[in-house]
């Protein structure tokens, strides 16, 4: 090798260095700027709510609660709750018969919100509108009873039902789509009655938030029909444009609540249509992923709450953190009484595998919600022999050229030809399990199979990215070069006997 490439390939090997050390600072940054100062606890570390679900047993609806629409539920459920990140929650039927509930456990403080976003039945209806009026109650049903159509006792508990209570503002579903139904709007503001619904949630296709382009805020939900909802949200609305207020007003109703209920001044025949109400980015995204994944079987209340302590799981943390450091210290201890010189390769690999890993998980935390469990550190913990093996095999295949004669600093490279292919073989068979695993898993083994497959793509970046350059400039170090006693290349290392040495011992 010339002395020019050899010096070129010296400044970009330290020059990758730099990028790698001054790319851990910056996301250092970026994680304090961002508050990501914190690691998420799981369940198991952090403790959380525990919610059971109980089904709801209306006049002769007992046969409907069978164990295939429990376990719908549960799916629909774990898919929503999955929709807001990698929360580590667990979503379980327990029970028999009529008697079986959903139970679900979330960590931490985001409990109460998921619990309330996963119990909705989210039975979506789009009613005509007969009668709009104040929340307040009313001492006359003459407005209601002129709507033709409208049965008495509709009107008397019109006139009766009082919206500005909050527990008339729940929702729950279990209304009959081909019936009148009396009910609030979500604010509290205007209560009504409501025709029987034309166009129904199962003929919704797909959800999405957005925000509205021209003011920057202002959150909705969009929703897109399939081809039979879009011929009868299309007939609906044509109808509506024809008929005075507010009869002209289409109501958007889930779980038994107004979400809105606009007024129709043309026909939509697109086959979309939006929900609109004074959203939140967290109201419209909540209820996007409930629309967005189904309809539960059945509606359910809610029945008992705990708070879930952490003191076990706190125990078993400090457990797998003293084995995980003794891990990561004996793969030390190894790496320098064995390789000596070359193993502070090693060393300084693993502390940068760790920097970047811990910045992951802050990170992560703070992006996705994802949640360090004990399947999670198990994962970690695992992933130190994938990254040690990494560098065993790049060292053992540079002594091997070494001992074949090969100068230092040509057996670095030719080292790393061959043992790369085997170093992404090994990895790439780590990933494809760690994703088979989370895909096909649920509860804490999803948790184990994210940060095995985390740890594995960092083992790659650093091995590409830092150890093999950090070899090349140690290869240059007349140390290393020249065979030194604690080098790693010594002869005695390498276990090479010299000519001379074996006439002498002749």
């Given at each position: 090798?010339?002395?020019?490439?050899?010096?070129?390939?010296?400044?970009?090997?330290?020059?990758?260095?730099?990028?790698?050390?001054?790319?851990?600072?910056?996301?250092?940054?970026?994680?304090?700027?961002?508050?990501?100062?914190?690691?998420?606890?799981?369940?198991?570390?952090?403790?959380?709510?525990?919610?059971?679900?109980?089904?709801?047993?209306?006049?002769?609806?007992?046969?409907?609660?069978?164990?295939?629409?429990?376990?719908?539920?549960?799916?629909?459920?774990?898919?929503?709750?999955?929709?807001?990140?990698?929360?580590?929650?667990?979503?379980?039927?327990?029970?028999?018969?009529?008697?079986?509930?959903?139970?679900?456990?979330?960590?931490?403080?985001?409990?109460?919100?998921?619990?309330?976003?996963?119990?909705?039945?989210?039975?979506?209806?789009?009613?005509?509108?007969?009668?709009?009026?104040?929340?307040?109650?009313?001492?006359?049903?003459?407005?209601?009873?002129?709507?033709?159509?409208?049965?008495?006792?509709?009107?008397?508990?019109?006139?009766?039902?009082?919206?500005?209570?909050?527990?008339?503002?729940?929702?729950?579903?279990?209304?009959?789509?081909?019936?009148?139904?009396?009910?609030?709007?979500?604010?509290?503001?205007?209560?009504?009655?409501?025709?029987?619904?034309?166009?129904?949630?199962?003929?919704?296709?797909?959800?999405?938030?957005?925000?509205?382009?021209?003011?920057?805020?202002?959150?909705?939900?969009?929703?897109?029909?399939?081809?039979?909802?879009?011929?009868?949200f299309g007939a609906m609305t044509t109808r509506l444009t024809n008929l005075p207020a507010p009869q002209n007003q289409a109501a958007i109703v889930l779980d038994g609540l107004v979400y809105s209920a606009p007024r129709i001044n043309e026909a939509i025949n697109t086959g979309t249509a939006q929900i609109t109400g004074n959203f939140t980015q967290e109201d419209a995204a909540d209820l996007s992923n409930v629309l967005k994944y189904g309809a539960l079987p059945l509606a359910f209340d809610r029945g008992e709450v705990q708070q879930i302590s952490p003191t076990l799981g706190a125990d078993q943390l400090r457990g797998g953190l003293i084995a995980g450091i003794l891990g990561l210290l004996l793969v030390i201890i190894y790496s320098l009484l064995y390789y000596k010189g070359l193993g502070l390769a090693s060393v300084s690999s693993l502390l940068v595998a760790a920097a970047i890993a811990m910045l992951s998980f802050l990170l992560l935390g703070e992006w996705i919600a994802f949640t360090l469990t004990l399947a999670g550190i198990a994962g970690a913990i695992v992933s130190i022999g994938i990254t040690a093996d990494s560098f065993i095999v790049y060292f053992e295949r540079i002594r091997d050229e070494v001992r074949e004669g090969r100068p230092l600093k040509s057996a670095v490279e030719t080292g790393w030809a061959r043992a790369r292919r085997t170093v992404v073989v090994a990895d790439m068979v780590s990933l494809i399990a760690a994703v088979l695993l989370y895909f096909f898993a649920v509860g804490g083994v999803r948790g184990f199979a994210f940060t095995l497959g985390l740890m594995t793509f960092i083992d790659l970046i650093v091995i590409f990215f830092f150890t093999k350059p950090l070899i090349t400039v140690m290869a240059r170090l007349n140390y290393f070069n020249n065979g030194g006693k604690y080098s790693g290349f010594s002869d005695n290392s390498l276990g090479v006997i010299r000519k001379s040495e074996a006439g002498a011992s002749n």
């Open positions: 090798m010339s002395a020019n490439k050899s010096a070129q390939t010296q400044s970009r090997a330290l020059r990758t260095i730099s990028i790698v050390l001054l790319s851990i600072v910056a996301f250092t940054g970026v994680a304090v700027i961002t508050g990501a100062t914190s690691f998420k606890l799981g369940l198991d570390l952090q403790g959380g709510t525990s919610v059971t679900l109980q089904p709801r047993i209306g006049a002769g609806e007992t046969g409907k609660i069978t164990s295939e629409s429990i376990d719908q539920a549960v799916e629909i459920i774990r898919q929503r709750v999955n929709s807001l990140g990698v929360a580590e929650s667990e979503v379980s039927a327990q029970g028999t018969g009529v008697n079986r509930q959903i139970v679900i456990s979330v960590p931490g403080e985001t409990g109460r919100r998921i619990v309330d976003l996963v119990g909705q039945t989210a039975e979506l209806r789009f009613r005509p509108v007969l009668v709009e009026g104040s929340a307040a109650p009313t001492l006359t049903t003459d407005t209601a009873t002129a709507v033709s159509g409208v049965p008495v006792e509709v009107s008397n508990a019109y006139s009766t039902l009082d919206c500005t209570l909050a527990e008339n503002r729940q929702g729950g579903g279990g209304d009959s789509p081909d019936a009148v139904l009396v009910g609030c709007d979500r604010a509290g503001i205007n209560k009504y009655i409501l025709g029987p619904a034309e166009v129904l949630g199962r003929q919704v296709t797909s959800a999405s938030s957005q925000i509205d382009p021209t003011t920057g805020s202002g959150w909705y939900v969009t929703l897109e029909f399939n081809g039979e909802g879009t011929t009868k």
